[in-house]
């Protein structure tokens, strides 16, 4: 049943958030130079337009950037076009852009000067979170080994904004989302069964009836204490398959490995005997258990024995991705198998990309590229997260398998 409207009156961001500085030229995987499209309004357009600028960056302006009339219903109105080498035709030597650098920040279309940030509103707050898709945002996650904390503040009331939940449960948002991102931090587990101690108790609130708001709240007191004293839940369901995991980080590599570009076949080689993707059949693939082992020996003694970034990076997800959807149970559960098959991907990817070198800059270098794949493509996302639905794979006992290889 509909719920009255939420007034929204609060900002509410993760404590790092106000700390993100662009690293500029600095950065491995400039989002100026990956062959992203740069697409972009009609203001954002005529902004640029008119702008005072030199002959030069003029004659750039109008061989970069070309209006989408095919798109104009849809608010895309221009784009800036790429260079055959994924280069935004703004983009220096130098990793900078000539647009800014001549004009300022404010000639920038909204999407350049925004990113990687996010601004949304839920039913607990006007959001707004950091993508991990960036290596600035990466290289905060890593300083933070104390985990992530959030901020909130009063919003200006020209900002105040109603949201309209439809149903009980998603009147709780904020404390089931908080209720989350607990269990992430939990601590006294490792990750991995963090995550299944988050899915039993997703599994109960499920399986609650959601219009009985008194069952709600009696959930949510029970997990809080729950995460208090993890041992009081069976976790013995978390039974490692080192196989499986491969295989199911294998069919993911292979379902987005044009998005990854060049890291897909470095990732591949990893585990198998192959470095080329088009046409591999897993059936004829031989898995390299044992290399794959070294590598995630040397991921472990690079993050220094701690799980505080790979934490830090499903907390970072989980709040970016506005985690978990509470529109119905079978949306909730979406959530649930969402968030473990990106960590299933994001841990196998961390662990291939130490068998080439057993450096930060190439961890971060290979799981910008993923986020990019996945974190910025809902429909590839959703895409990888159905099929698990339509294999009968989405249950708590296989979500164990991706978790805890």
Not at 258 to 283: C, M
Request: some cysteine; charged content about 25%.
């Amino acid at each position: 049943m509909a719920e009255n409207p939420i007034l929204i009156q609060t900002v509410l961001i993760p404590a790092y958030y106000k700390d993100f500085r662009c690293i500029m030229g600095d950065c491995q995987d400039n989002c100026c130079d990956d062959g992203w499209k740069i697409e972009f309004s009609k203001k954002d357009y005529l902004a640029i337009k008119r702008a005072p600028k030199s002959p030069e960056v003029e004659a750039q302006m109008r061989a970069g950037m070309r209006r989408l009339r095919e798109r104009e219903h849809d608010g895309r109105y221009a784009e800036f076009r790429v260079t055959e080498e994924g280069r935004c035709a703004f983009h220096t030597p130098e990793g900078l852009c000539r647009l800014q650098l001549e004009c300022g920040e404010e000639t920038l279309p909204k999407v350049c000067r925004v990113y990687p940030r996010r601004e949304v509103y839920t039913p607990a707050a006007l959001e707004r979170s950091l993508s991990p898709s960036c290596e600035g945002v990466l290289a905060l996650l890593w300083d933070l080994e104390q985990g992530i904390d959030f901020i909130e503040d009063p919003l200006p009331k020209n900002k105040h904004r109603n949201v309209y939940p439809v149903n009980p449960a998603e009147t709780r948002f904020a404390a089931i989302r908080s209720l989350w991102i607990d269990a992430l931090q939990a601590r006294a587990l490792p990750l991995p069964r963090r995550l299944m101690l988050l899915g039993l108790l997703t599994q109960q609130l499920r399986e609650l009836d959601w219009n009985d708001g008194e069952a709600l709240d009696n959930w949510l007191c029970q997990s809080a204490a729950l995460l208090g004293d993890p041992a009081a839940l069976d976790l013995s369901r978390l039974a490692r398959d080192q196989k499986l995991f491969l295989s199911n980080g294998l069919q993911l590599l292979i379902r987005q490995f044009r998005a990854l570009k060049d890291v897909s076949g470095e990732l591949l080689a990893t585990v198998t005997d192959r470095s080329a993707i088009e046409g591999l059949d897993l059936g004829r693939v031989t898995i390299n258990a044992g290399r794959y082992e070294a590598a995630e020996a040397k991921l472990a003694a690079l993050l220094g024995g701690s799980e505080h970034f790979l934490e830090n990076l499903m907390v970072t997800i989980t709040f970016f991705l506005s985690f978990p959807s509470l529109k119905s149970p079978e949306e909730l559960w979406k959530s649930y198998v969402n968030l473990c098959n990106l960590y299933s991907f994001y841990r196998f990817a961390a662990v291939c990309a130490m068998d080439k070198e057993a450096r930060r800059e190439r961890l971060f270098h290979v799981l910008v590229h993923v986020s990019r794949s996945l974190i910025h493509n809902p429909t590839q996302r959703s895409r990888l997260r159905d099929e698990l639905f339509q294999n009968d794979s989405a249950t708590l006992a296989h979500m164990a398998i991706l978790v805890g290889g």
